[in-house]
């Protein structure tokens, strides 16, 4: 929005304070994360005129980066909710009118989750562990457009799978089928997509925080 960057690169260059710009275009109409992201353009440093503020321009290296750690991030996801899914299915196993067991959970299913779960959480770990210290040191890094692209994304899939997930549950608890079969799978799918959520709307409002700082 090249119109509201000017107008508050030309308030700041009269003299206004951050306070009395913000006050000004929120009476305006203005939302509060487009005012946050005008202002975010100019550092809050004394000088005569408005100081840009560096902008990380998003390299390939960065995506390569922020890719390999989203995508570590759901293999470990689906690998340990399948593979607490498979532990219920072999405690309270499904069987169909001729009395076998329907259950996909084989030994040999199991060992590739738990080979996937093994590698990929660390590398997530590290991974996010790398982009926290690096944020700490160049705050300005939490403005990727790569990072904020893939932090939506995730947050999009973790709330839909919530929702799918509830609708489930819900549909099982009605048809009066194994319901605690069924209540512990949702709860395993909720709480590892609500860990997803609440972590990266945490890691949002420290971003926004030091946007509005």
């Not at 909720?190 to 509005?212: H, K, M, N, P, Q």
Request: net charge negative; with cysteine; glycine share 6%.
């Amino acid at each position: 929005m090249p119109d509201l960057a000017d107008f508050v690169r030309e308030a700041l260059r009269a003299g206004k304070s951050r306070e009395e710009v913000t006050e000004v275009l929120d009476q305006a109409g203005w939302a509060q994360d487009e005012i946050a992201d005008a202002l975010g353009q100019f550092a809050d440093v004394p000088f005569p005129i408005p100081v840009p503020l560096r902008r990380t321009s998003g390299s390939a290296r960065e995506a390569f980066l922020y890719l390999v750690t989203y995508a570590a991030l759901y293999t470990a996801a689906i690998a340990l909710g399948n593979l607490l899914c498979g532990f219920v299915d072999q405690a309270l196993p499904e069987t169909v009118r001729n009395g076998y067991d329907t259950s996909v959970y084989d030994n040999d299913s199991m060992r590739w989750l738990v080979a996937s779960l093994v590698i990929s959480f660390p590398i997530w770990l590290l991974l996010t562990r790398a982009h926290l210290i690096s944020y700490s040191r160049d705050p300005e890094r939490r403005r990727s457009s790569v990072r904020s692209w893939l932090t939506y994304l995730t947050l999009t899939t973790a709330a839909i799978t919530m929702m799918v997930t509830g609708i489930d549950l819900l549909a099982t608890f009605l048809g009066g089928e194994q319901i605690l079969r069924t209540l512990l799978k949702c709860l395993i799918v909720l709480l590892i997509a609500g860990s997803i959520l609440w972590f990266y709307l945490w890691d949002l409002r420290c971003t926004e925080r030091r946007v509005t700082a």
